[in-house]
T-cell receptor, first 115, second 114 residues
Framework: NAGVMQNPRHLVRRRGQEARLRCSPMKGHSHVYWYRQLPEEGLKFMVY????????ESGMPKERFSAEFPKEGPSILRIQQVVRGDSAAYFC?????????????FGPGTRLTVL | AQSVAQPEDQVNVAEGNPLTVKCTYS??????LFWYVQYPNRGLQFLLK??????LVKGSYGFEAEFNKSQTSFHLKKPSALVSDSALYFC????????????FGKGNQVVVIP
């Protein structure tokens, strides 16, 4: 049973470019969460999605950032016009249901470097 | 708001000695508590969680954690540390009040000395 998949593992962008990060949840999981890990910090919640719905995006910056989880295909975290401060590790997690007791299982992360 | 404090940046322990990684939390209502481990350039691996019931929770790789409601703590323990336990450990909390986000501590770097 494959775990959470993320790609690319490493992404380098120049300031002003767009970054697209992909996440495929574990088989049978329909709930996806995105977190950001800045250097020397813990993970910070960004957004929570179910298939075709954004449930909670309160942790995501209002500008330049967007997320989707279409009916078919992976969840996408999109960062437009990247800036150096966007450099971080972005982790995706998935869970089978929306129960608060569910464990969130994490992918290997995408490490974004903005030059 | 929910939050987690992991007071020590780094924990050094000799191989074979007991390992403790401290975590205290703040949350409205009853907490759901989690421990994850992160190896270099890897994602977070789930170790264990406390939902309800017995305050002592056993998890993967010989780890256990004790929930203490009066002290709002959820310390991670292992009776005998291995060199391979050297990693970054994160404590996380979620509120019972339906908010599915996890709030993470800053993490503790554990170094097990051979």
């Amino acid at each position: 049973n494959a775990g959470v998949m993320q790609n690319p593992r490493h992404l380098v962008r120049r300031r002003g470019q767009e970054a697209r990060l992909r996440c495929s949840p574990m088989k049978g999981h329909s709930h996806v969460y995105w977190y950001r890990q800045l250097p020397e910090e813990g993970l910070k919640f960004m957004v929570y999605l179910q298939k075709e719905n954004i449930i909670d995006e309160s942790g995501m910056p209002k500008e330049r950032f967007s997320a989707e989880f279409p009916k078919e295909g992976p969840s996408i975290l999109r960062i437009q016009q990247v800036v150096r401060g966007d450099s971080a590790a972005y982790f995706c997690a998935s869970s089978p249901t929306d129960a608060s007791t569910d464990t969130q299982y994490f992918g290997p992360g995408t490490r974004l470097t903005v030059l | 708001a929910q939050s987690v404090a992991q007071p020590e940046d780094q924990v050094n322990v000799a191989e074979g000695n007991p390992l403790t990684v401290k975590c205290t939390y703040s949350v409205s209502g009853n907490p759901y508590l989690f421990w994850y481990v992160q190896y270099p350039n890897r994602g977070l691996q789930f170790l264990l969680k406390y939902i309800t019931g017995d305050n002592l929770v056993k998890g993967s790789y010989g780890f256990e954690a004790e929930f203490n409601k009066s002290q709002t703590s959820f310390h991670l323990k292992k009776p005998s540390a291995l060199v391979s336990d050297s990693a970054l450990y994160f404590c996380a909390v979620r509120s019972v009040y339906g908010n599915n986000r996890l709030a993470f501590g800053k993490g503790n770097q554990v170094v097990v000395i051979p």
